[in-house]
């Protein structure tokens, strides 16, 4: 049934899996629309739902945020006889919709909740309006069902029908799995196994539907299924590459959207503090939301925001279920979320009313590892699950392909148009490589495995790379083995994502990961025509920390096509001058050029990083490039920025030259400012870069011998990149930790970048 819908998706217009429901029923539902919500029309499907239930058929509704799934059971839990039992996971969001529905009615008695937060004396009061009849529309806790006294009660009870709001919670593969769900079907039928149930969803991917169906058991359900696009969003993903470059980077972009509304969502608690913090001594109202608050201030600040006395606020995932705020213009996430339909959720609440959302997503490889360190003390079949939804947000954030494409794939979504005008790829397309005999190899390998391995095995055979699974099942005999090995690994994982994009390959629905052939495979098999692929962005660069120190200062890539730019001159003159590229200028110097638009050596001093010394030796080609980008793009520089950070930074230049001429142990140094020794070495990086000499020769000697010594400078010597783990991975050999090379590049910034 779920397969055959997910086939049927596009459209409120193409919905449902059945011929249209003829109206069964003494309702006029416009009139009643009117009455009981004042609405003088129903949005897309609605109507067609509530005709569905209305009907007695169990019914599955598909829908984005903001689409008006609530209405699709509170209308006709209003107009049929006896009590709707509406099942939802949180406490908030009953509250929310009981509030609601009773401001459009007279009687406050027409909508309850039943949960733990109540006394006995208000559930006696609940218990009385339901027996007496009052009450029309009931929201539970899936807990509350599983206690046996109100089993019994509901029993006794003219249900009208049961909706599982927010559905998704009932698959291990949804983005807010609750064990408690799975009972769902027991329970109800402990009730009264003939009552009609409506399930609803914000967002499920075909396995998800495929669980939610057979697990709360739908009879023969309707199906509707909503389009996932919400085409006035603008999607973005920019590289986190310092924390202080990052929150540079917000702050700048939200002065841009001149006092409009936006949550930031981050990962933990204290960051969402930190960086209130930060915005706060910049300028913007912001407040920091978490679980951590009692009731009463989350309770306030969330008043404020929906008031508008407060322009931004900085949560943990824990704020923006059940708000119903339209004009929100903005969502940045300050780390990546843990799944797709987490990124789509909260992306969701940006825009509701049709108009400007941007959606900025800032990218780390170190966000990622700590997701997946979460997930270490996890079962088993958890952490394999959390890992394979962790890489399709990977996927998506590293992917040079439409953004959209790749967000309504994931949901199952057909989306024809190859360039969709509202995301970061689509605005700044990146060149597209010919691949059609590497499309006519992936198939080869899937179809010798026969289609029973997920994209990393089949990767692992193209490149012909002998892993102990691959040597386990002997594939490394396979004719295919190897077959792809003049590509890397990232042009295939590229390529296979594109194909799953365009339909020449599939994820098989059960067995999660799993490339199957579709009708298309087999046709391009007898057919090979041109295929053209763009490959996935690397973000090399990415590796900001939020941990890094609560003061750093940096500028950000906020124009990555003239930092795109910067990064190939500054390939250019760097071997030009026989140099590594990262002598020229840091990253977080072309960071600032791509925001501050320097067109003068003055200019180019005023980016972190660029003494007057360094604009002179280096800054003449950069400038002249910025200078012709500005007039060929007519662009408005911005005016002078000066970002204040939370702790005052003045003097620390001075105090590290001071403390290292004295040869004060480093962390003696860091102690006395409260650093983390990272944090010390960022600093003096920073000094080094702009032209200043340190001296840390007594300190380098207490950590590496003078061999080691000259095989980190020889390596820096040569490298391409900037990335210590990069270095580190070369370099794997000698065992250096990420210290050690961090202290050695700033000796070799000192004696070679003068």
């Known amino acids: 049934m779920t397969a055959k819908a997910t086939k049927k998706q596009t459209s409120a217009k193409k919905k449902n899996t059945t011929s249209e429901q003829k109206p069964v029923h003494k309702f006029n539902l416009e009139d009643e629309l009117v009455k009981n919500f004042g609405f003088s029309g129903f949005k897309e499907n609605q109507e067609q739902i509530i005709e569905s239930l209305l009907s007695g058929r169990d019914t599955f509704v598909i829908m984005p945020t903001g689409g008006g799934k609530s209405l699709c059971y509170q209308l006709p839990g209003l107009v049929l006889d006896g009590v709707a ?3 939802s996971p949180l406490i908030a969001l009953m509250k929310n919709q009981v509030d609601l529905v009773r401001g459009y009615n007279s009687n406050d008695e027409v909508a309850h909740f039943l949960n733990s937060t109540l006394s006995k004396k208000e559930i006696r009061e609940v218990h009385d309006d339901l027996i007496t009849g009052k009450t029309k529309l ?8 599983t206690k046996q006294e109100n089993l019994s009660f509901f029993s006794d009870l003219n249900i009208s029908f049961f909706a599982v709001d927010e559905a998704h919670c009932i698959s291990e593969w949804g983005h807010d799995f609750r064990p408690e769900y799975r009972r769902l079907r027991e329970m109800m039928d402990q009730i009264n196994e003939k009552i009609p149930v409506i399930a609803l969803t914000a967002t499920a991917t075909p396995k998800v539907q495929s669980d939610i169906v057979k697990n709360l058991g739908l009879r023969d359900p309707v199906i509707y299924i909503s389009s996932f696009n919400r085409p ?8 986190k590459i310092k924390k202080g470059q990052t929150d540079e980077s917000i702050v700048r972009f ?5 006092k409009k509304s936006g949550i930031i969502y981050t990962l933990n608690r204290k960051t969402t503090e930190e960086l209130a913090d930060i915005l706060m001594a910049n300028g913007i109202v912001a407040v920091a939301y978490h679980a951590g608050l009692d009731s009463k201030l989350r309770t306030e600040r969330q008043d404020k925001f929906l008031n508008e006395d407060v322009q931004v606020i900085v949560a943990t995932i824990a704020f923006g279920m059940g708000i119903d705020k339209p004009d929100i213009r903005f969502v940045i996430h300050y780390n990546i979320p843990k799944s797709i339909e987490n990124y789509y959720q909260e992306t969701g609440r940006a825009g509701r009313d049709g108009l400007e959302g941007k959606c900025l997503l800032y990218y780390s490889h170190k966000d990622v590892s700590k997701l997946e360190h979460l997930m270490r003390d996890k079962p088993l079949t958890e952490r394999e699950i959390n890992a394979q939804l962790i890489n399709e947000t990977v996927a998506y954030a590293e992917s040079g392909v439409c953004r959209r494409k790749v967000i309504l794939t994931y949901f199952g979504e057909v989306y024809s148009n190859d360039n969709c005008g509202n995301c970061d790829n689509c605005l700044h ?18 179809k010798e495995l026969d289609e029973r391995f997920a994209t990393e095995y089949a990767v692992n055979i193209l490149i012909g790379k002998l892993t102990p699974q691959v040597k386990m099942f002997r594939h490394e005999n396979f004719k295919t083995f190897g077959i792809g090995k003049d590509k890397d690994a990232h042009f295939w994982n590229s390529l296979i994502r594109h194909m799953l994009l365009e339909g020449l390959l599939k994820k098989d629905i059960e067995e999660y990961g799993v490339l199957k052939f579709t009708a298309k495979s087999l046709e391009y098999l007898k057919k090979p025509k041109s295929f053209k692929v763009i490959l996935n962005n690397k973000f090399e660069e990415a590796q900001g920390d939020d941990d890094e120190g609560k003061d750093a200062v940096g500028g950000a890539a906020t124009d ?5 730019m910067l990064k190939e001159l500054r390939q250019k003159e760097a071997k030009k001058k026989n140099l590594p590229p990262f002598v020229i200028f840091l990253e977080n110097s072309l960071l600032d050029m791509a925001i501050l638009y320097p067109t003068t050596l003055e200019e180019l001093e005023k980016c972190q990083g660029v003494s007057k010394g360094k604009a002179i030796k280096f800054g003449k080609p950069f400038v002249e490039l910025i200078a012709k980008y500005v007039e060929d793009n007519d662009i408005e520089r911005p005016d002078d920025f000066v970002m204040k950070s939370v702790i005052n930074k003045s003097g620390n230049k001075v105090y590290i030259i001071q403390q290292t001429d004295k040869k004060i142990p480093l962390e003696v140094i860091a102690k006395n400012k409260d650093w983390t020794i990272n944090e010390l070495l960022e600093e003096m990086e920073t000094i080094a870069a702009s032209g200043t000499k340190l001296n840390l ?10 061999d080691d010594q000259e095989e980190i400078i020889d390596y820096f010597k040569s490298c391409e990149t900037s990335s210590l783990e990069v270095a580190q991975s070369e370099l794997s050999e000698f065992d250096f930790s990420l210290e050690q090379l961090k202290i050695m590049r700033i000796k070799f910034l000192s004696q070679y970048g003068m």
């Open 560 to 564: 990555q096509r003239l930092f795109d």
């Open 429 to 446: 397309p990146k060149e597209k490589i010919e691949a059609k005999e590497q499309v006519v190899q992936v198939l080869q390998v899937v």
């Open 254 to 258: 939200i002065k841009s959207m001149q």
């Open 138 to 145: 009931l929201y539970v806790a899936p807990e509350t069902l």
């Open 697 to 706: 020769s007594y300190a380098i000697d207490e950590m590496l011998d003078d």
């Open 85 to 87: 039992i509406i099942v």
């Open 232 to 239: 006035n969003l603008y999607y973005e993903i920019v590289p």
